[in-house]
């Protein structure tokens, strides 16, 4: 199971940039990284997916260096209701991969005002 | 689309009673799962089942049973409840195949709100 590390938390301000790296050295070939968000009292929401390079969508950008054995999630102006829990996850996204998709303790972000 | 549904949402068990999680999901998803969340921890994935019939254990299956006895449901049983069980249990499903591509949202969880379990 490809493990992930992520900072236990952050902090940043409204309107900045917030950048959250997830180390994951063993990575295999096949996996693909995902990233979520989780609010207190909910279940965690998805966010973004990639497998290399850069994936950008409305809310998010995933930047994957071409070893792959990191990824950096970004986010455009923060504000309050961004604060949250990030998790990356690592794992095949093709069939027969359930057991492997396994949640790190994720990042805590906090937003200030 | 409600997406995925859990109940109860809240519930207080005294230590050795017995109960069931429901989950049902109205994405036609063939993969179900359901995890625990300990409080400030991450998810721990109890068990999955890949499709109707078929079911696995994930990290931590001890003292759960799961069945799928349909594409839609998949229920968590808690047998003789432990004050170690108190946590809050989330189920989630998405659809996986082979060769699927990140564009087609294979393998992208969704979740239900999650029921908060409290074993006295």
């Known amino acids: 199971l490809a493990k992930t590390t992520q900072p236990i938390s952050m902090d940043s301000y409204e309107g900045q940039e917030v950048n959250i790296t997830c180390s994951h050295n063993n990575i295999a070939t096949n996996d693909y990284i995902t990233w979520y968000q989780q609010f207190p009292s909910q279940g965690p929401r998805f966010i973004i997916q990639g497998y290399k390079t850069k994936v950008t969508n409305e809310v998010a950008s995933l930047f994957i260096p071409a070893d792959r054995k990191s990824s950096t999630l970004s986010l455009p102006r923060v504000s309050l209701s961004d604060t949250a829990v990030y998790y990356c996850?690592?794992?095949?996204?093709?069939?027969?991969?359930?057991?492997?998709?396994?949640f790190g303790s994720g990042t805590q972000l906090t937003v200030l005002p | 689309n409600a997406g995925v549904t859990q109940t109860p949402k809240f519930r207080i068990l005294k230590i050795g009673q017995s109960m069931t999680l429901q989950c049902t999901q109205d994405m036609n998803h063939n993969y179900m799962y359901w995890y625990r969340q300990d409080p400030g921890m991450g998810l721990k994935l109890i068990y999955y089942?890949?499709?109707?019939?078929?079911?696995d254990k994930g990290e931590v299956p001890n003292g759960y049973n799961v069945s799928r006895s349909t594409t839609e449901d998949f229920p968590l049983r808690l047998e003789l409840a432990a004050p170690s069980q108190t946590s809050v249990y989330f189920c989630?499903?998405?659809?996986?195949?082979?060769?699927?591509?990140?564009?087609?949202?294979?393998?992208?969880?969704?979740f239900g709100a999650g029921s908060r379990l409290t074993v006295l």
């Open positions: 996850l690592v794992g095949p996204i093709s069939s027969g991969s359930a057991r492997q998709l396994t």
């Open positions: 989630a499903s998405s659809y996986s195949r082979t060769g699927a591509s990140p564009s087609s949202g294979a393998n992208v969880l969704t």
């Open positions: 089942s890949v499709g109707a019939g078929i079911t």
